[in-house]
């Protein structure tokens, strides 16, 4: 349908007029002037097919796919809480006894006498019988060798080709402390050193990595760990000094201090000890001997000082002729100290290795005044006793058996190991353990018959002398390049364990087979015999 209008002014139109209009009657008639009125007109129908569909097609398929099934599983956690809470004890009330009734007491006693003289036949049975004789329970499992646990290294100290010139155990075994220094040729006067503990009881131990380190102004000649505060030590140093760290203070370890005084030692301090206070064993003194040749002993005080309390000095004049000694040179009088040991039976003897190569007996209670001009605030005395064979070179080490209370070992420069009694002055026996020096031995805390020496040419040599008197049991390689060994102390707590100090810096920690650690049977009279036997 189509429609055409043409356009034309607006004009009012009546009701009528659009009744008319709607309707297309006579009303619809031309006027002049106006156009004519809309009307429908029916046309035919025009179709037109769209050639597009048919050029272009249409295709349809129908795919499907399958995805892979969905892994799910069900886990379940647990939140930890924390909460702190605090609780006091009451102290506890003793158990309530019983009472026994008159008539409990009565059979009680009858029961007793009844069985009493067959009760102590078997006990007396069981004390004749030989049966359960060297037998003792071990708990752990037997170590078949001897293993190297830890190698402890200071880089720093290393850095400086420091050596290591001493070790000690704490009371509790677990920490071990080193001194660095020097043992030989070398400008000792500016030579800045440490001191290291580790805790090898701490999980995650770091070799390279000590617990604490203590920077000393002087090269540290030795230690020892207090024996009873696990985290003091005293130091001898070259300078003379003697010093007391307590590593539980990292910020400021210097406790006490000898300072630079009429008393200090003039010399390098080779040895310090810890010695209970005569009237107080629970206070300890501090003992140091030097090339100086005086032994002294050390108080602690106020203001972080160490005062003289006792002196010794060592005089060639009055040492006993026991031995023909060589003469020393024209005016030197003093008997340089190299190394003590104290008797574990006899709280005031001890033994003295010198310069000169003589082991000496030495006492305490000595009461003699020395003959020396050196200056000191309280009166020295002249402590030898005794003099022994000598060695052919200086001695570097003795050690007092803990077992008998007459043996003693010395090792010297001579490269030979003395085995002497306190009853005379040969050497029941002398064992050439190394063509270089030795520096260091000690007897096991724990096998009477067993000892460890250190040598120059870079082992350590374990004898056993149920075994044999005449070599080594197991010889330990500490160092490739054959550097020397210093120091060597077995652990009196962990027995399995002995630590050896080196001129490389290195401080290594070896396990020890079960053979040197368990006591056989009868082996103290073993020891006895020993010394029977080579006496006579």
């Known amino acids: 349908m189509a429609m055409r209008a043409s ?149 720093p100290a290393q850095g400086q080709g420091l050596h290591v010139t001493g070790i000690s155990w704490n009371s509790t075994g677990s920490v071990l402390a080193c001194a660095y220094g020097r043992l030989d040729d070398g400008d000792w006067s500016t030579l800045k050193s440490y001191v290291c503990t580790w805790n090898l009881d701490r999980q995650g131990l770091n070799p390279q990595q000590p617990s604490a380190v203590v920077e000393v102004s002087s090269a540290v000649m030795c230690l020892a760990f207090h024996p009873t505060q696990p985290s003091h030590i005293a130091g001898g140093l070259y300078s003379g000094e003697v010093l007391v760290w307590d590593t539980s203070r990292p910020e400021d370890p210097l406790l006490w201090r000898t300072g630079l005084t009429d008393d200090t030692h003039t010399d390098p301090v080779y040895q310090v000890l810890w010695l209970p206070e005569p009237r107080h064993s629970h206070r300890f003194q501090v003992l140091s001997a030097a090339t100086d040749g005086r032994v002294l002993l050390w108080r602690a005080s106020g203001a972080g000082q160490l005062r003289l309390s006792k002196g010794f000095a060592l005089a060639v004049q009055q040492l006993p002729r026991s031995t023909k000694l060589k003469k020393p040179p024209r005016g030197e009088t003093e008997v340089g100290v190299t190394s003590v040991a104290f008797s574990s039976f006899d709280s005031s003897l001890f033994v003295l290795g010198t310069e000169g190569g003589f082991p000496l007996k030495c006492s305490l209670a000595a009461e003699a005044a020395a003959l020396t001009r050196t200056a000191s605030s309280v009166p020295l005395r002249a402590p030898v006793q005794f003099t022994f064979f000598p060695h052919g070179g200086p001695v570097y080490s003795v050690s007092c058996s803990p077992f008998h209370r007459n043996l003693f070992l010395s090792a010297g420069t001579d490269g030979h190991v003395h085995l002497y009694s306190m009853l005379q002055a040969q050497p029941l026996t002398s064992l050439q353990l190394s063509h270089k020096y030795l520096f260091a031995v000690r007897w096991s805390p724990v096998r009477p018959l067993v000892f460890a020496a250190a040598s120059g040419e870079g082992d350590v040599q374990l004898f056993d002398l149920q075994k044999s008197s005449q070599k080594p049991t197991v010889s330990i390689t500490q160092t490739q390049d054959g550097s020397p060994v210093y120091c060597l102390e077995f652990n009196s707590q962990q027995t399995q364990l002995l630590a050896a100090g080196d001129a490389k810096g290195m401080v290594k920690v070896w396990q020890l087979s079960t053979a040197f650690t368990e006591q056989g049977p009868r082996e103290t009279e073993d020891l006895d015999q020993l010394e029977a036997e080579v006496a006579t």
């Open 7 to 155: 356009p034309g002014p607006f004009l009012r139109v009546g009701s009528a007029e659009v009744a008319t209009l709607a309707a297309g009657g006579a009303g619809g008639a031309e006027r002049p002037g106006r156009p004519a009125p809309l009307q429908d007109e029916t046309l035919g129908v025009a179709s037109v097919l769209s050639q597009w569909r048919g050029v272009q097609g249409i295709h349809g398929e129908t795919k499907g796919c399958q995805t892979a099934s969905i892994a799910t599983a069900e886990a379940s956690a647990q939140a930890q809480t924390h909460a702190d809470a605090q609780v006091q004890t009451e102290a506890p009330e003793p158990a309530a006894v019983v009472p026994v009734s008159q008539h409990d007491a009565l059979r009680l006693a009858a029961f007793l006498r009844r069985v009493e003289v067959m009760v102590i036949r078997e006990l007396n049975s069981n004390w004749q019988s030989h049966a359960f004789d060297g037998y003792e329970v071990n708990w752990t499992e037997p170590q078949q060798t001897v293993s190297c646990l830890h190698t402890l290294v200071y880089p």
